[in-house]
């Protein structure tokens, strides 16, 4: 079944609390050297069918409407990737 | 400044409500052909200077004990992109 993965990230103008929260934990744990960090979300959807054109059209205006808040949110990528071999994680 | 990216996903075996409340209301606001939503997390980290093996093998340990909680979450991948250009590297 074909998977399709979504990306969502804050907008950069956005303050990101959780963001913040693990970029102030990283240093105390003893990880050291990252400048910044940014939370967001990954969702990934199981297609029944082929993915065509008419269904990635779709599933981009899902991504813009459902699955992100556009007033404080971007989706970054919209990726294809077949399920079956687990391959092309991007 | 180069960006790490890391996805977190949760484990197959475990309940994601999130996923199923977006999977629910997708075909509520029209869109059809959508099996299964999983939800995951996607972090962004400003890396200050060059993102050697060694501090990639820092971060992964970051994100195997930070990033993720590995009783229910998966670190499903950890890509090296320049933020420049936005492009993936490795």
Known sequence: MPR?????????????????AVAAALPR???EGIASVRQGKRFELEV??????QVLASLREAA???LSNPVIEDVVSIDVEDAADGKARA
């Open 4 to 20: 399709v993965v979504v990306h969502v990230m804050p907008k950069p103008e956005i303050l990101d609390p959780q963001g913040k």
């Open 29 to 31: 744990l003893g990880f």
């Open 48 to 53: 029944e069918g082929e993915v065509t054109e």
């Open 64 to 66: 813009e409407t459902l």
